[in-house]
């Protein structure tokens, strides 16, 4: 069974930092690209970021470019974002998602979601 | 960006009743790379449809998929009670990948 389990969410300042985790089960972790999609409180789907199997590509939305970084290992099968920088806007629900195979970034299993909420 | 545009906003309708579902894209879709997901309160999405027309393990078969192009449907042959949620389309054809806005289907 796929399990994904997110992590690192929490309360933090403007301007803050945070680290989120996701650790999958159930398939092999190093074979598949993984995503990050966030939803802010109401509204719909962002898509945020994305990385390749073997962490050579890294994709991400404009929104967050400079401020977020996206990486995996592999050994741990456990995916990471690093977010800098951290803005009123970036309040959201974030959900790591495990792409349906490469070259089809389609998002076949989601994780419950971790929050993060940037306020003063 | 390829836009997506999904209608109406909130489908009202009774349990039994057919469901169509919306999502147009402002630029036509390579190889259908059109994606639906479904998602109650408090839930995740969970994954629909995929290639525009492909559902995924396990989906009912009660949802279908249909369209190209710019233009594609999502239709629930007969609502059951547990379909009652959000529907959002996605477009992972072309970068960046692009979600639409959503569709609420309510309960009359």
């Known amino acids: 069974e796929v399990q994904l389990l997110e992590s690192g969410g929490g309360l933090v300042q403007p301007g803050g930092s945070l680290r989120l985790s996701c650790v999958a089960s159930?398939?092999?972790?190093?074979?598949?690209?993984m995503t990050w999609v966030r939803q802010a409180p109401g509204k719909g789907l962002e898509w945020v970021s994305a990385?390749?199997?073997?962490?050579?590509?890294?994709y991400y939305a404009d929104s967050v470019k400079g401020r977020f970084t996206l990486s995996r290992d592999n050994s741990r099968n456990t995916l990471y974002l690093q977010m800098n920088s951290l803005r009123a806007e970036d309040t959201a629900a974030y959900y790591c998602?495990?792409?349906?195979?490469?070259?089809?970034?389609?998002?076949?299993?989601w994780g419950q979601g971790t929050l993060v909420n940037v306020c003063s | 960006e390829n836009v997506l545009t999904q209608s109406p906003g909130t489908l009202s309708l009774s349990p039994g009743e057919r469901a169509t579902l919306s999502c147009r894209a402002s630029?036509?879709?390579?190889?259908?790379?059109l994606a639906w997901y479904q998602q109650r309160p408090g839930q995740a999405p969970r994954f629909l449809i995929y290639?525009?027309?492909s559902r995924a393990t396990g989906v009912p078969d009660r949802f279908s998929g249909s369209g190209s192009g710019t233009d594609f449907t999502l239709t629930i042959s007969r609502v059951e009670p547990e379909d009652f949620a959000v529907y959002y389309c996605?477009?992972?054809?072309?970068?960046?990948?692009?979600f639409g806005q959503g569709t609420r289907l309510e309960i009359k």
């Open positions: 996605q477009q992972y054809g072309s970068s960046p990948i692009t």
């Open positions: 998602a495990k792409n349906l195979r490469d070259g089809a970034a389609a998002y076949e299993y």
């Open positions: 159930g398939f092999t972790f190093s074979t598949y690209a």
């Open positions: 630029q036509s879709l390579s190889s259908s790379y």
């Open positions: 290639g525009a027309t």
């Open positions: 990385i390749s199997g073997d962490g050579a590509y890294i």
